[in-house]
């Protein structure tokens, strides 16, 4: 069995809202678009490096590139994703990817277009975000893609609903087909994970509860009504 | 740090500009009203990449600086999205730019790379007529984030009563 370090990385953050749906994800440059077999060369390029000047008009179409292979249903309907941005940043400034925010951050085609700065593929981690004008907190989210990965892959998600959400982590081997299925996250994971904790204070609460009285017993009572044995 | 100001100003019709010297001395000697043009919403950090304000009204004639406050950013009107005889405007990126309005109507405008993201915004030209167009501007697709950013622009636009026929 290979090891969690050895196979790809690849993260994905839904942001799910009232009418709406948002993805985000992210992975090394390299292993995205082997992961959802396209060629790299949709990347602007120029002597082997990424040309950020052409970003300055947008990389939608990129992102749009990027899930031809895809198929979404929300709510078991199929959804036509529309990427909002997609972006390479350096993997050795890794950039915080956990949230919605963190997703719409990452994405935003930043001074990378007027910077000095010059990079290959290879040292470069990609983000893209999708809208998706469907969908609800309580939609049913399925990613499948419809050809077999040929590397092992890590997968996590950051599923994010009304008021909670959860992280999953799955992982693909080589041959198998990417496909994630969710159910919204529900409020009862979060009161599930309470619970215990809930317990825990009311037991506390009650053994608080009997020494006060015990005490307060102490100062009217002689030390044996409280089963001392005091000389 | 200093910011290339090279600023560019493009008349929104070139029709409108010969009727420029009947417009009232005010509109001309008027400041330009500044639209800053932000990664990053001064109060509201959950909002990114953003024009400030994002709906703004305007008399005919008048002029807006939009300011290149932080990086990456320029403004740039939205096909089909102002009236019939105004010029279309395509500012650079990282540079302010000026516009000035002189044809009434609704202007949806964008920052090109961020459109999709939701960086939309409006700007009403006050004077007869402003409503002409509004019923084609909101009838634009928008792309992504865009389309959820437009419908809260109209509705703000409406609140402040920029939807309603001018009274001049």
């Known amino acids: ?231 | 740090m200093s910011k290339s100001h090279s600023r560019r100003t493009f008349l929104a019709t070139s029709a409108a500009a010969t009727l420029l010297p009947a417009l009232p001395l005010t509109a001309q000697a008027q400041e330009p009203v500044v639209v800053e043009m932000l990664t990053k919403h001064p109060t509201e950090a959950r909002l990114r990449n953003v024009f400030l304000p994002r709906v703004v009204s305007v008399e005919a004639g008048q002029t807006v600086l939009f300011k290149a406050t932080d990086r990456s950013h320029n403004s740039a009107s939205i096909d089909g999205m102002i009236p019939e005889g105004a010029e279309e405007w395509d500012g650079r990126i990282n540079e302010d730019v000026e516009v000035t309005f002189d044809v009434p109507g609704v202007y949806g405008y964008k920052c090109t790379p961020h459109a999709a993201t939701g960086m939309v915004a409006l700007i009403v030209v006050e004077g007869e007529g402003k409503l002409d167009n509004l019923e084609a501007a909101q009838g634009v697709r928008q792309r992504g984030r865009a389309k959820a950013v437009f419908e809260e622009i109209w509705e703000e636009a409406a609140e402040m009563g920029l939807l309603e026929p001018s009274s001049a």
């Open chain 1, 1 to 231: 069995m290979l090891s969690a370090a050895s196979a790809d990385d690849l993260s994905i953050i839904i942001n799910r809202g009232d009418t709406f749906t948002e993805v985000y994800m992210s992975s090394s440059a390299e292993v995205l678009f082997a992961t959802f077999d396209v060629d790299p060369s949709i990347v602007p390029m120029r002597d082997n490096l990424v040309d950020y000047t052409d970003f300055a008009s947008g990389t939608w179409a990129i992102g749009d590139t990027l899930l031809t292979g895809a198929k979404l249903r929300i709510d078991q309907q199929v959804v036509q994703p529309e990427a909002m941005s997609f972006m390479l940043h350096p993997s050795a400034e890794t950039l915080s990817f956990e949230t919605p925010l963190d997703g719409l951050i990452s994405i935003g085609v930043c001074n990378a277009f007027t910077s000095d700065q010059s990079y290959q593929l290879s040292d470069l981690t990609g983000y893209v975000g999708y809208y998706i004008d469907h969908g609800s907190m309580d939609s049913t989210f399925d990613l499948a893609l419809t050809q077999p990965l040929t590397r092992d892959l890590n997968l996590t998600v950051f599923d994010y609903g009304a008021a909670t959400h959860t992280r999953t982590t799955l992982r693909f081997s080589s041959g198998a087909t990417l496909s994630v299925a969710l159910d919204p996250p529900q409020q009862t994971t979060r009161l599930r994970s309470i619970v215990p904790y809930a317990l825990a204070l009311l037991i506390a609460a009650k053994l608080l509860h009997g020494l006060f009285a015990r005490t307060r017993a102490q100062k009217h009572c002689p030390a044996r009504t409280i089963g001392l044995s005091l000389p």
